[in-house]
C-alpha cells in the first residue's frame, strides 16, 4: 500500500511539475543534431563522439535560461581541454531576439568563452527529436531542455525545467 501510494505521488508530481522529476531514463539512445552556428560554422553532433556534451535548448525570453548562462560558460571554460564541449540551440521564434541577445554577449564575453550555438529554426538545422515542433508550441515550462550525452553520443541525462547542481557531478564522471 505504501509503495502503490509513493507511486501515485511522484506520477502526479511529474505531470503537474515537469521540472519535479530532473534525471529521467534515456529518451532516445542516439540522438541526431547538425546544422550551421551562429558563427556560420558546420555543426554535426555526431563528430562530437569521444566527448562528453551538454546540449541545452534555450530562449532569450526564458529567465531561468538566461541566469544558466554564466554558470555553463565557467563550466566549459573550467573544462577546457578535457573531452567535453557544450552546445546551445535558441528556441526563439525570431532570429531578431537571437541576435540582440548575441549583441549583448559579443560586448561582455571573451570570444574563448562564447559557447556554440544554433538556431532551431534555421533552415540548415535538423534533429531526430521532433524539437522543432515542440519549440514552435513551447510554454514556460518547456525550456530550458537539456541532454547529456556521453562519449559514446547515447543520452545518459535529460532535464526539462532548472539544470540541478549535481549534473556537473554526473558531467565529470563522465568524462
Known amino acids: 500500500m505504501h509503495k502503490s501510494f509513493l507511486s501515485i505521488v511522484f506520477t502526479l508530481a511529474a505531470l503537474c511539475f515537469p521540472g519535479f522529476v530532473h534525471a529521467q531514463a534515456p529518451w532516445q539512445k542516439n540522438i541526431q543534431i547538425a546544422g550551421k552556428t551562429l558563427d556560420g560554422q558546420a555543426f554535426d553532433l555526431a563528430k562530437q563522439k569521444g566527448k562528453v556534451v551538454l546540449v541545452m535548448f534555450w530562449a532569450t525570453d526564458c529567465a531561468v535560461c538566461r541566469d544558466k548562462m554564466r554558470e555553463l560558460r565557467e563550466n566549459a571554460k573550467g573544462w577546457q581541454g578535457q573531452p567535453f564541449t557544450l552546445v546551445l540551440i535558441s528556441a526563439d521564434r525570431r532570429m531578431s531576439?537571437?541576435?540582440?541577445?548575441?549583441?549583448?554577449?559579443?560586448?561582455?564575453?571573451?570570444?574563448?568563452?562564447?559557447?556554440?550555438?544554433?538556431?532551431?529554426?534555421?533552415?540548415?538545422?535538423?534533429?531526430?527529436l521532433g524539437t522543432t515542433e515542440v519549440m514552435k508550441n513551447r510554454t514556460a515550462t518547456t525550456l530550458p531542455l537539456t541532454f547529456v550525452i556521453d562519449k559514446k553520443g547515447e543520452v545518459v541525462k535529460r532535464y526539462q525545467g532548472r539544470i540541478p547542481a549535481d549534473v556537473w557531478d554526473d558531467i565529470a564522471e563522465l568524462l
Open 97 to 128: 531576439d537571437v541576435d540582440s541577445y548575441n549583441a549583448i554577449i559579443n560586448k561582455s564575453v571573451p570570444l574563448k568563452e562564447r559557447l556554440t550555438q544554433l538556431w532551431s529554426f534555421d533552415p540548415s538545422y535538423q534533429d531526430n
